[in-house]
């Protein structure tokens, strides 16, 4: 009993680790999209990076044999693609408008997505710990975002904020429906469905929502990179951790890429970090170590 105990617990320690991998690396996308969006149209520069992450990951599968026909009849499958593309849309194009630093703290704000969402499907309890560690989350972004002066959330930003709030719901939706997927498909099965259809999605989007841009072959590296190092290779990680966490505690994990993305964001954009930041990102590591507690 007590070797299997141990075992089990090697694995949320080991899911939860991989978890923080993939935030760190899902936290560096808002400022390398940021810093590609300015003269690049959002809806071909995310069918480009998905094409990238797609290739790479139905080639992988390929050679490991893991392509099954019985994949392609789950209805989890084609309602991946659908979700993902109101979390990549949204963002993509929200990140025109509004700060790096901002995007990716919102965007943070999917765990109390998560909660509400497992609380309703999977009857998952919160707990006093897991309710206080949201609300710690919840503060800490507050305290990031809005450095409590509500009068930052008006202005030419508010519609981008809005854009990336509505991705972070997608994520809330994306999150719990991982957990029903994974029951009955592999982590890169349902990666792939999460990434193979979103290219043309995002292509139909570019021809019907007119905006400014294009796409060029100096875009291909940051296309390259975007689409491996900061989608789909933290997606098959997120995916293949979700199996030994619950969603709450993962989604609670995955909010450490909204700090990665303020640092990252003052490094290379030269966005502002001050006590606020600090502060806040503080109150969401102790979220994070409140939540993996109460695993």
Not at 138 to 151: A, E, Q, V, Y
Not at 192 to 205: D, E, I, M, Q, S
Not at 249 to 264: D, G, N, P, Y
Request: charged share 10%.
């Amino acid at each position: 009993m007590t070797a299997s105990m141990d075992r089990i617990a090697d694995q949320k320690t080991g899911a939860i680790l991989t978890t923080l991998l993939s935030s760190l690396m899902l936290g560096t996308s808002y400022v390398a999209v940021k810093m590609t969006v300015g003269s690049v149209n959002p809806f071909l520069l995310g069918a480009a990076t998905m094409a990238v992450g797609s290739a790479l990951l139905l080639a992988y599968m390929v050679l490991r044999g893991m392509i099954d026909q019985g994949m392609l009849k789950r209805w989890e499958f084609w309602a991946a693609p659908l979700i993902n593309t109101g979390v990549v849309a949204p963002s993509y194009v929200g990140l025109t408008m509004t700060t790096a630093s901002a995007a990716g703290l919102i965007i943070g704000t999917n765990v109390v997505f998560v909660a509400l969402f497992s609380r309703i499907l999977f009857g998952e309890r919160l707990g006093k710990r897991r309710s206080f560690g949201l609300v710690l989350a919840l503060l800490g972004l507050i305290t990031l975002t809005t450095r409590w002066d509500l009068s930052l959330l008006e202005g030419s930003q508010m519609i981008g904020n809005l854009l990336v709030l509505v991705s972070a719901v997608c994520i809330g939706v994306s999150v719990v429906t991982s957990r029903i997927a994974l029951r009955s498909m592999r982590p890169e099965q349902w990666s792939l469905g999460l990434h193979l259809l979103l290219p043309p999605a995002l292509l139909a989007l570019f021809f019907l929502v007119p905006m400014d841009g294009g796409l060029s072959p100096t875009n291909l590296p940051a296309a390259l990179f975007i689409g491996i190092a900061c989608t789909t290779v933290p997606t098959v990680l997120w995916t293949s951790a979700l199996k030994h966490i619950s969603v709450v505690t993962s989604a609670t994990v995955l909010m450490v890429e909204s700090a990665f993305a303020v640092f990252l964001s003052w490094i290379f954009l030269g966005e502002m970090i001050d006590a606020y930041v600090v502060t806040g990102a503080v109150m969401i590591f102790a979220a994070i170590l409140l939540m993996a507690r109460s695993e």
